[in-house]
């Protein structure tokens, strides 16, 4: 997976399409996120009375969106942008060491 926790991102497809939101929870298994912010993936759930909320009624609870719905905000274009991957050469104790680093397409700016 592409995106990791804290990465800002836009929703590109359901009923949120258009919102921005920053990822909190990450389900691997799944391949979903679970953003936070101000309504995000937030769904109304009818509940039957129980001992626990006698009342019953419509609650809003949270639900995880798919990965393929949401999009990685670029910082330094300030737009939606694709995820690559490449390597990077440095210098430690006069070595070169490679390392993989997650980039932005559409700049090219490093993210990690």
Known sequence: MKLKKGDKVL??????KGKQGTISKILMKSERVILEGE????????????????DGGIMDIEKPIHVS????????????TRVGY?????KVKKQDVETKVRYAKKSGEVLD
């Open 69 to 80: 719905n949401v999009m990685l905000m670029d910082q330094k274009a300030k737009k939606p």
């Open 39 to 54: 309504g995000l993936g937030k769904v109304k759930k009818h509940v039957k009375p129980s001992q626990a909320n006698p």
């Open 86 to 90: 490449k390597t990077i050469t440095k």
């Open 11 to 16: 929703i590109i497809a359901g009923q949120d």
